[in-house]
Structure formats: structure tokens, C-alpha cells
């Protein structure tokens, strides 16, 4: 029984991580969709810049985010502005320029750190708690929180506010969101930020989980794709969601199969909800077409 | 300006997508105040030649102009601030929003944002199903409530002159009837300037004031609207008498 429950909490929190690392990479999908393969290397940068705020400002790894929120968005922003809007009218080559991002910042941050591992600590870092019997870390809660808190001050922008009406209309219909006034490029651009900036909220809080290395983003990439996929393209209240599926996932296929077998589950699992529900199991049935259709 | 002043001018517009031109030279002009029809066989570059006026496709060669100002060149999400609305073919509503949403958007634009709470309340009194199906998602609709809620989406910009693009397709006589109705209300009682691209030619020009023939792209016929519904050849080729 006490099994179980550590098997559950190392699920939830994983899941949390994830899903914290997901919600940017579905509104990007959603709304422009694109899908971003740089995505984890957002979080990587999100991570040295924390890094580099803990060592030359001597901040605590949290404080980092007033610095690492708006530098990763304006990032982003400039990323779509001058990379992906030229290439707007040719989808696929927005994809493998997203993955041609990934490998760029790759190999910048590998040149420029030559390599070295860092890692940062902080107070919180070495704290622990007690739930029910079960010792959860301190950050790994912080994370969680955090994607809870995302998902539904997301979720309250894009239902509540104009603002947020407009990104869904640019993802629901582009031209007839250019007839009622929306500048779709606009949005685009923001979109794009947001996303960018949630991925470096992602490298903030995670900065004092993982040890930092420029190939990092990888690891935090394919279980996204998983996330989005089965929580559903372009959903908010999915990808968190699909977070904790994962993360669920692969904590019971580590333990009850075999540590090495995980992704392996978690990657059948996808395939299957894919070929069973192709919108998700929480996305919008025919919201995939909709977003694919013809539109002058 | 004077109740007979040009609002609307398409002076030899060419314009089409990638190397296929659709539309050759077309002129055509509409005055405040007036219902002006434009109608043609499918395919006859109706629903491009308003695509062109609003700007999400480039005319090639020749001159828009609205209310006196070139908007030619003008991007297309600045139009309804201007007093330029379009009724798309199929109404074109975010289907996975509800109406109430669709209807704010509709006042998106900066100068209507402000007043999107009263415009709400004035198109739920226009258009009382509206009021009724505020909270349903807007692909949920009948054709008929969809088409009233597009119409009430264009009308939250409060424009000065509205396109509506074949606003009769895929409904039932009955909402046929209405739409139209409600087409000559708009005219008529509010005062709006109205272009209405239809394929009921029949009804297209009982209801309007001039009316314009597009054929292949060409604007080949243009006049009263009284004129045209008694000439033979239009009578022959698109009323099927």
C-alpha cells in the first residue's frame, strides 16, 4: 500500500513537471499550429538563464523569473517574427525550421558552456515534506503548483478575456478572424511568446531538479509530444491533464514492468489513444480539421 | 456627405490566386443607402471579388476605395474599424465558441470594444433566437441561426456599409425569406448600406436597388436593379424563366 502511494505521488509530481512543460508547447500547436520542436530547447534557456542569474546575480533560482519570463518571451516573439513568419505560407518547412532552432540552440549552449554540467541549489531545494507517509520534494510540489496555476490562469485568459477570445478565434478560423478585426500576425507573434515564456517558467522551476546540460531539452520534449497528443492538440485543461497520464504512466510501468520499459509503455499508450481518438482525449473532436482546412 | 454619395468604388480591379487570375477588370460602385446585388453563376468570382474589397486577397491592378479613402492596400483587420463589414459565405462563425462569443468578437475593433455589452444587448433584441441560443456553441446551430448570428457577428462593428456573401445558400425557403427581410430591414430602417452577392437572382434583385452581373470574372451587366429583372437575357440565363 505504501508502495502505491509513493508510485502515485513520483507519478503526480512528474506529471506536474510535465505538464508545466507541455501547456506552452500545445497554444503554440493550437493556435499557430506549429508544431515546435525547439520547445525544450525554450526550457533549456530557461534553465541557464536561471543558472546564470543564480551565479552572476546571486538571486535565488526562483527570483530568476522576473528576468527569464519576459527575455524568453520577447525570445519567442523574435523567433516567429523573423524565422517562422517568412515561412508562413509553407507549414512543413515552418516545422523543420523549429527543429533546425533545436539543434541551433543545441550546439550554442554546448559551445558555450563547453560542455560542463551546472546544477544550482537553494533552500527550497533541500526541503522535504511528509504527505501521508510519503516524502515529497519540496521543489517537485513548487512545480506542480505551478502547472496547476498555469493551466487555470491560462484557461480564465483565453475564456474570459478579449484578448483571449482573439487567440482562439485565430486558432478556430483565421480568415474570419482577420473580419472581425483581429490582427492575426499579432497574435502569432504573442502566441508565440507566451508559449516561449511558459517553457522558460518551466526552466526556472526545474533548474533546481535537474542538473543543466544543453541536451536537456530533449529529454523534456518527447514526453510532451505525448502529453499534447493524448491530452489533445491545442487544449489547455488536456495538456495538464495529459501531464499526469504520463507522468502516472510511466511511474506504474517503471515499478510494476521494468524502469527501462517506461517510454516504451508510455509510447504505446500514445500510438494507441492516436489511432482510437486522433483529437485527443480531451481535445475538441474535429477541432484537427478545422485547423488544417484550406484557408485563403 | 449627401444621401446619393459614392461609398463604395471597385474602379478595374484584376486580381486572383497565384497564377490563376479570377477577376478581370472589374469595375462596380455602390452609393449610400443602397441595396446593390451582384449576382452570377457559381464560380463566377462573386466571393473573390469581395475577398479583394476586404483585403485578404491582393487586387493585382486597380483601385478600391471606401467613403473617399483608398483602402486598396489596407489590411484587411483594419476595415471594420472603418465601417467595412463582410458577411462570409457560411457565416464563417468560430464554431467552438458560443454565440455570445462570436458576437463579441464581432466588436472587436478597438472603437466598438468599449460598447460590445450594449451592442450585445441590441442584437439579442434584433435577433431573439440569438438570445436564446447565447451559450450554445456556434457549430451547434441550424443554417438558418448561423446565418442570423454572422449577420449579427458583422453588425457588432457597427458598419456603415455590409457584404453579405450568398446569404440564401443551403436554406430552407422559409429562412430564405427571412434573411432577405431582414437584408431590406437593414436598408430600409437602420440605414445601412448593403452589397448582397447572391445566386437567387430571382430574389437578389426584387430586393435591391441596382444589381451587377459577373460572368466568368467580368463584370458584363450592370443597372437597375427594376431593369434587369424584366430583361430578357437575365431572365433567361439565371432565373431560369
Known amino acids: 500500500m505504501a508502495d502505491l502511494a509513493n508510485i502515485v505521488a513520483v507519478g503526480i509530481l512528474l506529471g506536474g513537471i510535465y505538464a508545466l512543460v507541455s501547456v506552452g508547447l500545445n497554444l503554440i500547436f493550437g493556435v499557430i499550429r506549429i508544431v515546435n520542436f525547439a520547445q525544450g530547447e525554450f526550457v533549456m534557456l530557461g534553465m541557464y538563464g536561471t543558472y546564470a542569474a543564480y551565479t552572476f546575480l546571486r538571486v535565488d533560482p526562483y527570483l530568476a523569473l522576473v528576468v527569464v519570463l519576459p527575455g524568453l518571451f520577447l525570445f519567442g516573439a523574435i523567433v516567429q517574427r523573423l524565422i517562422l513568419a517568412p515561412l508562413r505560407t509553407e507549414p512543413t518547412m515552418q516545422i523543420f525550421a523549429t527543429f533546425g532552432l533545436l539543434m541551433l540552440l543545441e550546439n550554442v549552449v554546448l559551445a558555450l558552456t563547453r560542455g560542463t554540467a551546472y546544477s544550482v541549489t537553494s533552500v527550497v531545494a533541500q526541503t522535504s515534506i511528509g504527505i501521508g507517509g510519503v516524502q515529497v520534494g519540496l521543489v517537485r510540489l513548487v512545480a506542480l503548483a505551478a502547472a496547476t496555476g498555469v493551466a487555470v490562469a491560462l484557461g480564465l485568459f483565453l475564456k474570459h478575456s478579449m484578448l483571449g477570445r482573439a487567440i482562439r478565434a485565430v486558432a478556430q478560423d483565421r480568415s474570419a478572424a482577420r473580419l472581425v478585426g483581429v490582427n492575426v500576425d499579432r497574435i502569432y507573434m504573442l502566441t508565440f511568446g507566451i508559449g516561449a515564456a511558459l517553457a522558460g517558467l518551466a526552466g526556472c522551476l526545474l533548474t533546481p531538479i535537474y542538473t543543466l546540460s544543453p541536451q536537456i531539452g530533449t529529454s523534456f520534449i518527447l514526453p510532451a509530444f505525448a502529453v499534447v497528443v493524448l491530452g489533445g492538440l491545442g487544449s489547455v485543461l488536456g495538456a495538464y491533464i495529459g501531464g499526469f497520464i504520463v507522468g502516472l504512466t510511466e511511474a506504474f510501468a517503471g515499478y510494476y514492468l521494468d524502469p527501462a520499459l517506461k517510454h516504451a509503455v508510455l509510447f504505446a499508450v500514445f500510438i494507441a489513444v492516436l489511432i482510437v481518438r486522433p483529437s485527443g482525449l480531451f481535445g475538441q473532436v474535429g477541432a484537427e480539421e478545422v485547423g488544417l482546412r484550406d484557408q485563403s | ?241
Do not use: W
Open chain 2, 1 to 241: 456627405m449627401t444621401p446619393s454619395a459614392e461609398m463604395l468604388s471597385v474602379e478595374n480591379v484584376t486580381a486572383g490566386y497565384g497564377d490563376a487570375t479570377v477577376l478581370f477588370d472589374a469595375s462596380f460602385s455602390v452609393r449610400e443607402r443602397e441595396i446593390v446585388a451582384i449576382v452570377g453563376a457559381n464560380g463566377a468570382g462573386k466571393t473573390t471579388l469581395l475577398s479583394t474589397i476586404v483585403g485578404l486577397v491582393q487586387a493585382r491592378t486597380g483601385r478600391i476605395s471606401f467613403r473617399g479613402r483608398d483602402i486598396t492596400r489596407r489590411a484587411a483587420h483594419l476595415l471594420p474599424g472603418d465601417g467595412l463589414a463582410l458577411v462570409p459565405e457560411g457565416g464563417r462563425l468560430f464554431p467552438f465558441m458560443t454565440v455570445e462569443e462570436n458576437l463579441l468578437l464581432g466588436a472587436y475593433s478597438p472603437d466598438s470594444r468599449t460598447k460590445r455589452k450594449e451592442r450585445l444587448q441590441e442584437m439579442m433584441e434584433l435577433f431573439p433566437i440569438l438570445g436564446e441560443r447565447r451559450a450554445l456553441a456556434a457549430g451547434k446551430l441550424s443554417g438558418g441561426e448561423r446565418q442570423m448570428c454572422a449577420i449579427a457577428r458583422a453588425l457588432m462593428s457597427h458598419p456603415v456599409l455590409i457584404m453579405l456573401d450568398e446569404p440564401s445558400v443551403g436554406l430552407s425557403p422559409l429562412m430564405v425569406e427571412r434573411v432577405f427581410t431582414m437584408v431590406e430591414t437593414l436598408a430600409r430602417e437602420k440605414g445601412l448600406t448593403i452589397v448582397l452577392v447572391e445566386q437567387n437572382v430571382t430574389e437578389a434583385l426584387e430586393v435591391s436597388d441596382r444589381a451587377y452581373v459577373l460572368d466568368h470574372g467580368h463584370v458584363v451587366r450592370g443597372g437597375e436593379a427594376a431593369i434587369l429583372r424584366n430583361d430578357r437575357e437575365i431572365q433567361e440565363t439565371y432565373m431560369g424563366l
